[in-house]
């Protein structure tokens, strides 16, 4: 079995009998891959056995539809492997909607704090209630209440499929105090305490974490990626000028020879969300646009995205004023709107949040990039304390690192909408090499464990409303990632 081959179903965590695989030629499998992704992958925990039925199956259907789309152009996906999109499900949604949804979200990340150190013995909330007083226990929940109680304490309320328990935080332990203060409403975390009547007294709070440790993953080669985010075409704020002179950029005719040296060597450019600014986003919106017609803006963007040059991949994922239905996991914008974008050959479109995989070979394992455009980020920034006074809207990493020790894109109910269903898409299950958001129009960068975060800035300059609110907004700026040496650079286009 060829040793590409076997990399592209590893790395897919799919296990295959290497006597099924030989009817599969390496140079025809794009299209099997894409639809091992899309129709099995996205829905099926890994390791994932792959029947020899199924593999046929899909095969087959793979054979047709190359054939089909024969008298397109050969789509150049480079080395990008996408690892988790959602399908879209419209099912009318029901309260078990939402109690399956929640039950999801708690197995998961039970999977994850589940033989952390002090929860090793934990017990269902339930059995909790049983146990004596004085009896040290430890137990996981999800919050499903959070307040200061008279007396300055406060007070939590846990839930897991077998019940709910009350928890107490002194205030005197001020450390956790502090900790459990800033927690938010219906993430799930570990505890524990002694028991007292019917209530936990608290004295460790486990999140779940990132490991901090870990090695931060290097190419190789000298490559490069950059991060975009809120372009807004359409907007009558939108900063044309400034965004014809990155993609010139990207052509090699801005800047100094050093840099035109290095831009070469960009392969990949990563766009998270907000690529139009829409129609009918915000009441009024209509006297802030210059392309009225959704169709027209998206043209627009394409015509000005197709010049970046061919072999750069450009990875694409919807924001809440692209034409998509605001409730997260949003969909891929629809190829109806956006044909001629879908067609270019360098351009992958994805769901929001997506996770992909970039440049892998026969002698790396590439880098996993989780893109989530960041409608959450504006609840945590005016709701939790540590957000807000570490740096608010103009430190969005803050946010970012906050939400990647819950490993949640959105854990309040409050803070996004979405769709409920038999799973919470928005756990972060895996811990990418590269966690990209924008949103807040503001660009951003930290480093937590072996993930960077990466905030992109915007190309739209101040709105009204933003000036009402006091944003201020942080305008055509690109981060520059070198995945040899993982340094980043800020590139400014403003003027
Ligand atoms: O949002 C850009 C930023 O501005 C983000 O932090 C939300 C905030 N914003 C913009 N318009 C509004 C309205 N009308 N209400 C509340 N917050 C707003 P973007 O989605 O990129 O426009
Ligand atoms: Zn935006
Ligand atoms: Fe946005």
Redesign the pocket.
Known sequence: MNEKLIHLFLKRGVLISPNIVKDLDIEKSDNFFKILDSEILSKEKSPYLLSSEKFNEILKKSIISDNEMHSEPLKNKGNIIILKEYQENTDKKTVKDFTAHYKNRYEKLKGLLQGKRNLQNVISINRALNKKQREEVSVIGLISDKHITKNKNILLKLEDPTGSISVLINQNKEDLFEEAYNLTLDEVIGITGSMGNKIVFSNELILPGYPIHNEIKKSNEEVYMAVLS?IHVGSTMFLEEEFKKFINWTKGNEGNEEQKKIVKKLKYIFIVG?LVDGIGI?PGQEDELNILDIKDQYSKFTELIKEIRPDINIIICP???DAVRIAEPQPKISKELTKSLWDLPNVTMLTNPATVNIHSNEKEEGFDILLYHGYS??YYINNIDKVRNGGG?DKPEVAMKYLLSKRHLAPSHGSSLFIPGKEDHLVIEKIPDFFLMG???KSGIDQAGKTTLICGS?WQSI?P??EKVG?KPETSKVQLVNLQTRKIKVMNFGK
Do not use: R, W
């Open positions: 809120d907000d915000y924001g809440n004023h980020l504006d809207y949103h807040v129009h915007c709105t409303f933003q944003h």
